[in-house]
């Protein structure tokens, strides 16, 4: 029995899947397998995959599923104690494993779950930058988390037992939030482990999932909120009561953000108005609401206009 499974979901994604497939035959730590599930590529992904021998476990899903659908099926063959995930696209430092597994072993069995930071790769200009310049929470980091997320997939390793723990695994509902809604499901009831050292890399460009489909980005935050209530305790509702309001708040504005993009100011002010008015909120995000509504009075081109100048003018 290994004792990390690796979690790798594949469509069309010969591109850059050498790479990332040449960073896990080169760990330092030698005890996982890798689960590639193979979404129905018509590239060369299967070539590439099956090339690679032990320990790649290959599968191909018999029809295309979403991606939550498709990692879900992904996890169903893990044998490992620990799961971890890397996706085609992106990549590891060779001493990745070796870090987190190091550190969660001698750590008490509450923390069940292991972050890092890493590189944010910008495809568009070849531009290679570390995601956090300062060390981000460890512990009970559920109510952190509700409104700053500083979590990368590609960095996360946690024990198989959390995942037991859940009604559901990833949300088949779900398209670019269903790795947040699970991690937050799992991190309500366990502690939380970071490092500091990147220890990943995640590519960014045009045609990632979260880009492509960041329209639904906004209607997914409030199902995960709406989520994220179904599990919590009475006492906890009222203890979070403002960081999920904030959500809410964050995925209004983005709605309404898009909207007005699509010059439909009117249904930006609907998505607003309400929040306008929310007490025990943060006094800049009533400012900033405040700030988004008057825009929608305004041609879209010439508020960004004006925000621009601002930040510039902040930055002097």
């Given at each position: 029995m290994p004792l990390v499974s690796v979690i790798m979901n594949c469509y069309n994604s010969d591109k850059y899947l050498n790479e990332a497939l040449d960073s896990l035959y080169k760990q330092t730590f030698k005890d996982f397998e890798i689960i590639f599930w193979d979404n129905q590529s018509t590239d060369k992904s299967a070539e590439i995959a099956m090339s690679y021998g032990k320990p790649l476990r290959y599968f191909k899903g018999e029809t295309?599923?979403?991606?939550?659908?498709?990692r879900n099926e992904a996890l169903k063959k893990a044998e490992g104690k620990y799961i971890a995930f890397l996706d085609c696209d992106d990549r590891w430092a060779v001493d990745k494993l070796e870090r987190q597994i190091e550190l969660i072993e001698r750590l008490p069995k509450e923390v069940g779950f292991v972050y890092s930071n890493y590189y944010e790769l910008n495809m568009a200009h070849m531009e290679e930058?570390?995601?956090?310049?300062?060390?981000?929470?460890?512990?009970?980091?559920?109510?952190?988390?509700?409104?700053?997320?500083?979590?990368?997939?590609?960095?996360?390793?946690?024990?198989?037992?959390?995942?037991?723990?859940?009604?559901?695994?990833?949300?088949?509902?779900?398209?670019i939030a269903e790795e947040y809604d699970l991690f937050m499901r799992i991190l309500y009831s366990c502690q939380a482990a970071y490092i500091h050292e990147p220890l990943a890399v995640y590519r960014i460009y045009p045609e990632n999932t979260t880009n492509t489909k960041r329209e639904k980005w906004p209607d997914e935050v409030i199902y995960v909120v709406n989520n994220l209530k179904s599990i919590l305790s009475e006492s906890d509702k009222q203890r979070y009561v403002h960081e999920l309001k904030l959500m809410e708040l964050m995925a209004k504005l983005e709605r309404a953000k898009i909207l007005r993009t699509k010059g439909d100011n009117s249904g930006a002010r609907e998505n607003i108005k309400f929040y306008i008015h929310l007490s025990k909120t943060s006094t800049i995000h009533n400012?900033?609401?405040?700030?988004?509504?008057?825009?929608?009075?305004?041609?879209?081109?010439l508020s960004g206009l004006i925000r621009n100048n601002i930040n510039r003018f902040r930055r002097i």
């Amino acid at each position: 029995m290994p004792l990390v499974s690796v979690i790798m979901n594949c469509y069309n994604s010969d591109k850059y899947l050498n790479e990332a497939l040449d960073s896990l035959y080169k760990q330092t730590f030698k005890d996982f397998e890798i689960i590639f599930w193979d979404n129905q590529s018509t590239d060369k992904s299967a070539e590439i995959a099956m090339s690679y021998g032990k320990p790649l476990r290959y599968f191909k899903g018999e029809t295309f599923l979403p991606l939550g659908a498709a990692r879900n099926e992904a996890l169903k063959k893990a044998e490992g104690k620990y799961i971890a995930f890397l996706d085609c696209d992106d990549r590891w430092a060779v001493d990745k494993l070796e870090r987190q597994i190091e550190l969660i072993e001698r750590l008490p069995k509450e923390v069940g779950f292991v972050y890092s930071n890493y590189y944010e790769l910008n495809m568009a200009h070849m531009e290679e930058v570390v995601a956090h310049k300062n060390p981000q929470p460890e512990g009970k980091v559920f109510g952190r988390f509700l409104n700053e997320y500083p979590v990368g997939m590609v960095t996360v390793l946690l024990r198989k037992s959390e995942l037991d723990k859940v009604d559901t695994l990833f949300d088949e509902n779900l398209n670019i939030a269903e790795e947040y809604d699970l991690f937050m499901r799992i991190l309500y009831s366990c502690q939380a482990a970071y490092i500091h050292e990147p220890l990943a890399v995640y590519r960014i460009y045009p045609e990632n999932t979260t880009n492509t489909k960041r329209e639904k980005w906004p209607d997914e935050v409030i199902y995960v909120v709406n989520n994220l209530k179904s599990i919590l305790s009475e006492s906890d509702k009222q203890r979070y009561v403002h960081e999920l309001k904030l959500m809410e708040l964050m995925a209004k504005l983005e709605r309404a953000k898009i909207l007005r993009t699509k010059g439909d100011n009117s249904g930006a002010r609907e998505n607003i108005k309400f929040y306008i008015h929310l007490s025990k909120t943060s006094t800049i995000h009533n400012l900033r609401c405040l700030a988004r509504y008057i825009e929608t009075y305004m041609p879209y081109k010439l508020s960004g206009l004006i925000r621009n100048n601002i930040n510039r003018f902040r930055r002097i």
